[in-house]
């Protein structure tokens, strides 16, 4: 069985940074990539940013150009978000997710994804 565990969420004033991390264990397989989503209280899930595993290819949601930053740990398989600037309206439970080499598929679609963290709540006071 492959777990993600999620972990750096909080609280943080507007204005302030958060890094999150997920690490991947249990049953290896090849990553294609990873990425993170979240979802707010009566929204639904959005993609925010996702990272290939070979070549290192970024994908950002608009919402989090400049301000987020995603990155990776191949021999600790895990991947991180740097967040700064941080709105309210990056309030959310954000939740990692591994996408298997043999799939390949788009990084930005969440059903695109065969494996998924717990999540982790972040919350930006105003």
């Known amino acids: 069985q492959v777990q993600l565990v999620e972990s750096g969420g909080g609280l943080v004033q507007a204005g302030g940074s958060l890094r999150l991390s997920c690490a991947a264990s249990?049953?290896?397989?090849?990553?294609?990539?990873m990425g993170w989503f979240r979802q707010a209280p009566g929204k639904e899930r959005e993609f925010v940013a996702a990272?290939?595993?070979?070549?290192?290819?970024?994908y950002y949601a608009d919402s989090v150009k400049g301000r987020f930053t995603i990155s990776k740990d191949n021999a600790k398989r895990t991947v991180y978000l740097q967040m700064n600037s941080l709105k309210p309206e990056d309030t959310a439970v954000y939740s990692c997710?591994?996408?298997?080499?043999?799939?390949?598929?788009?990084?930005?679609?969440?059903?695109?994804?065969?494996?998924w963290g717990q999540g982790t709540q972040v919350t930006v006071s105003s």
């Open positions: 997710a591994a996408q298997a080499n043999w799939r390949s598929g788009d990084l930005r679609i969440a059903y695109e994804y065969n494996y």
């Open positions: 249990g049953r290896s397989f090849s990553i294609y990539g």
């Open positions: 990272i290939t595993w070979s070549g290192s290819n970024t």
